[in-house]
Each structure stands twice: as structure tokens, then as C-alpha cells.
Nanobody
Framework: QVQLVESGGGLVQAGGSLRLSCAASGNIVSIHAMAWYRQAPGKQRELVARIIDGGRTDYADSVKGRFTISRENAKNTVSLQMNSLKPEDTAVYYC??????????????????WGQGTQVTVSS
């Protein structure tokens, strides 16, 4: 099994910054991609930023130029630096990872895992 643990959420004023971190642990063989999603009240979960093998990154249009995703492969961690935060960035942020992992019954399976989420609140 694989566990993703997020940290770094909180309350910040508009224009401020926060940094989210996510650490993956377990019987990991390889992490193919790591990403951050968010879900605001009454809205669907949406992709915020993603980083895949080779270092290519993708961002939602709403966060381009303000958020930066980075990954430390040796530690199986991904971070999201969020600058110039806006009230509309308020949401629960979820870490996601596509992982090949050794299963308890044997063999290696590739699947998507989610963290428990961390609240980010931006006040106006």
C-alpha cells in the first residue's frame, strides 16, 4: 500500500503565500506523476498542477504564474508553492500520485493514490 501525507495548509490573507508538501511512503517501486488537486465547496475537484516523469509540469490557467509545483524524487515528495493567493483559491487541496507499488498479495500494480486533503483558506 501507498500513503500520501499532506502538510502546509492554513489561513492566509489575500496576496500572501503558502507552501504545501506531500510525502509518499509505502512499497513504492516508481512514482510516475504527482499532482495537486483542489475542491471548493459546491464545486468539482479540479487539477491545480501536475509534474510527471522527466519534469514536465502542467498548471490550471487560474494559477499559472502564481503557483509552482516541484518534486524531490529521492524523498518521494512534491510541493506546491502558492504565491499571490486569492480568495478564490480557497479549497481543500489534495495530493495525488500515480504509483507502481508492490502489492501485499505479490506483484506490482500501477494506480492512483490520494492524500487526505489539507484546507487552504484565503481571506479578502
Amino acid at each position: 500500500q501507498v500513503q500520501l501525507v499532506e502538510s502546509g495548509g492554513g489561513l492566509v490573507q489575500a496576496g500572501g503565500s503558502l507552501r504545501l508538501s506531500c510525502a509518499a511512503s509505502g512499497n513504492i517501486v516508481s512514482i510516475h506523476a504527482m499532482a495537486w488537486y483542489r475542491q471548493a465547496p459546491g464545486k468539482q475537484r479540479e487539477l491545480v498542477a501536475r509534474i510527471i516523469d522527466g519534469g514536465r509540469t502542467d498548471y490550471a490557467d487560474s494559477v499559472k504564474g502564481r503557483f509552482t509545483i516541484s518534486r524531490e524524487n529521492a524523498k518521494n515528495t512534491v510541493s506546491l508553492q502558492m504565491n499571490s493567493l486569492k480568495p478564490e483559491d480557497t479549497a481543500v487541496y489534495y495530493c495525488n500520485a500515480e504509483v507502481s507499488a508492490v502489492q501485499a498479495i505479490g506483484g506490482i500494480t500501477r494506480r492512483s493514490y490520494w492524500g487526505q486533503g489539507t484546507q487552504v483558506t484565503v481571506s479578502s
